[in-house]
């Protein structure tokens, strides 16, 4: 299990990085935490020709909370934005759904960016960007464009952004006074892939359930609140969502038992998010 | 030799030069850039401590403190680690004056390993987390454990190990 060859480039600057992934095209593939990418690598899931390490790019090191905003760029870890202070306050779900990313020795070295550029369908950040209703800001050599994440993720690893772009930066809005926030998962243990994921935001007026792990990549479904309370046919509109979802069987668990998570955890959740709105 | 921070990329065929301060000495070996950090620390600087498991991040074996943070070593690239300060078992003692440390010497009275090949990769993970969180609960202790498999020991002795060190002084517990 090793990687087969490739030459390795760490740029000085953003715009070096841009610049060789310009020339690289296909064949070149930027790393910053690689904990996704370095397992493919290793098991020879791909090939590139060239490795861009963005891992110490000091311009790829924002993480503010402004303008209603929290922007965490592409060398950001994992572990970084879980210590912050005031992530609670700022992106609850966050703070709810990071401790679930893979184990404390990977959080230390994994990126959100990265986490949401590899776009596997159970992980947690794609669906916490999905659930908030965040942004994803891609970037080029020539310009900069900013893409909603409900119109990001296409499928299993892919995503809208193109060969010669890098995800710069995600976004999630910041939590709104009124909002309650919950998540929950399933998985064979703690840290491996979810089998299922929910995410659960409820305001003044809604109820949005974001699920991860049965689709080929997140999806949200918001109700309207009914007297203030969660509407009284959620469990046909759960068990709606949850057909609407398509997951199939495969080695971790079968469809029906992902419908049911979704039916069962996403109850909890929305209930769990609604009871603890400030 | 060009500088490894650079516009022109380290070509695939050639043997890098690559420093790292390995246990606080200075060290410097060749690596292509495809070697992984875990297999230069073995191969390159001779430092066997590391264990080499999964080769893709899930078993914890290889975990070392990359500038003082705990990560596996083999989703990281020799060339990466360029310039970091690497931690790795054989250091624990040789902080403490050749002697095993509290954590090492709780291991042992609480048969926290049997093979041992899990054991250096758990306590570099212990190191940095103790550190952080000097005195976890099972619970969250059980969860930072979490990232590393051990068949051997259920993983009873080694919570028992690490709730004694914790428990007991937390003078110890802090240079562990």
Redo the contacts between chains.
């Keep these: 299990?090793?990687?087969?060859?490739?030459?390795?480039?760490?740029?000085?600057t953003v715009a070096?990085a841009l610049a060789?992934l310009a020339a690289g095209g296909e064949d070149a593939r930027v790393i910053a935490g690689?904990?996704s990418l370095?397992?493919m690598?290793?098991?020879r899931l791909v090939q590139p020709?060239?490795?861009i390490?963005l891992?110490r790019l000091e311009e790829l090191r924002m993480l503010r909370a402004e303008d209603g905003w929290l922007t965490v760029g592409a060398a950001v870890t994992q572990?970084e934005v879980l210590a912050r202070p005031t992530l609670a306050q700022e992106v609850p779900l966050l703070a709810a759904a990071l401790?679930w990313v893979?184990?404390?020795?990977?959080r230390?070295?994994g990126t959100l960016c990265g986490s949401v550029a590899h776009a596997d369908p159970s992980a947690e950040t794609p669906l916490c960007l999905i659930a908030t209703g965040g942004e994803v800001v891609l970037r080029n050599l020539r310009r900069r464009r900013t893409v909603a994440a409900a119109d990001f993720f296409l499928g299993p690893l892919t995503t809208v952004k193109a060969v010669d772009e890098i995800v710069e930066c995600v976004r999630f809005p910041l939590a709104r006074p009124g909002s309650g926030h919950a998540f929950r998962e399933q998985s064979m243990?703690?840290?491996d892939f979810a089998i299922t994921a929910c995410a659960a935001t409820v305001d003044g007026q809604s109820a949005s359930l974001a699920v991860g792990g049965v689709a080929d990549r997140p999806a949200l479904r918001s109700w309207p609140l009914v007297a203030g309370g969660l509407p009284p046919d959620l469990d046909e509109a759960l068990n709606a969502f949850a057909w609407d979802l398509g997951g199939d069987d495969d080695q971790h668990a079968t469809a029906r038992y992902r419908r049911d998570l979704v039916r069962r955890i996403g109850r909890t959740v929305l209930e769990e998010a609604l009871s603890c709105r400030r | 030799m060009p500088p490894l921070n650079s516009t022109s990329p380290l070509t695939a065929e050639t043997r890098h030069a690559v420093s790292i301060v390995l246990n606080g000495t200075p060290r410097t070996g060749h690596a292509h850039p495809r070697l992984l950090l875990s297999d230069f620390l073995r191969h390159e600087l001779g430092a066997h401590g590391t264990r080499v498991g999964c080769e893709h991040g899930v078993c914890g074996a290889c975990t070392v403190r990359i500038d003082g943070v705990a990560a596996r070593a083999c989703l990281m690239l020799a060339v990466q680690a360029d310039g970091r300060r690497i931690d790795t078992v054989e250091g624990l003692a040789q902080a403490n004056e050749g002697r095993m440390t509290a954590l090492q010497e709780a291991f042992r009275r609480h048969h926290a390993l049997q093979c041992g090949f899990c054991t250096a990769g758990i306590l570099m993970s212990l190191t940095d987390y103790l550190g952080r969180n000097p005195k976890p609960t099972e619970e969250e202790l059980r969860d930072m454990l979490s990232g590393h498999l051990c068949r051997c020991t259920g993983y009873a002795g080694i919570v028992r190990a690490v709730m004694d060190v914790t428990g007991r002084t937390m003078k110890e517990a802090a240079h562990v």
Excluded at chain 1, 3 to 11: E, I, Q
Excluded at chain 1, 102 to 106: C, P, R, S, V
């Design positions: 299990m090793k990687p087969a060859s490739f030459d390795y480039l760490r740029p000085a070096d060789a690689g904990q370095m397992p690598l290793n098991m020709r060239l490795l390490d891992g572990a401790p893979g184990h404390f020795q990977t230390n070295r243990r703690h840290g």
